[in-house]
């Protein structure tokens, strides 16, 4: 069964940090790169960072040298370490996997970040 459940986000306070984690089923996260997008209200869906099976990250300009992205390939976990958060972070953040042609979405996880 396909499967990805993220955790982590919460209400914290602007200055803060966050942990969010997306654990994936084995068959949809050995060998396929990972992703982390956040959607907030009446605004399209937007990709916060992505990470390759090799390890290799790109950032949204806008959360760049405060978010990190990293994998456990051990765990077929994500973690997304959100530091120096900001009101504008908030936002439902979704996983995806991304497997041959197809994606692989999860429930998503409210971040809000208050000022």
């Known amino acids: 069964q396909v499967q990805l459940v993220e955790s982590g986000g919460a209400l914290v306070q602007a200055g803060g940090s966050l942990r969010l984690s997306c654990a994936a089923s084995r068959s949809i996260f050995t060998g396929n790169a990972m992703a982390w997008y956040r959607q907030a209200p009446g605004k399209q869906r937007e990709l916060v960072a992505r990470i390759t099976t090799g390890g290799n990250t790109i950032y949204a300009d806008s959360v760049k040298g405060r978010f990190a992205l990293s994998r456990d390939n051990a765990k077929n976990t994500v973690y997304l370490q959100m530091n120096s958060l900001k009101p504008e972070d908030t936002a439902v953040y979704y996983c995806?996997?991304?497997?041959?042609?197809?994606?692989?979405w999860g429930q998503g996880t409210q971040v809000t970040v208050s000022s």
């Open positions: 995806k996997a991304e497997v041959s042609s197809d994606n692989y």
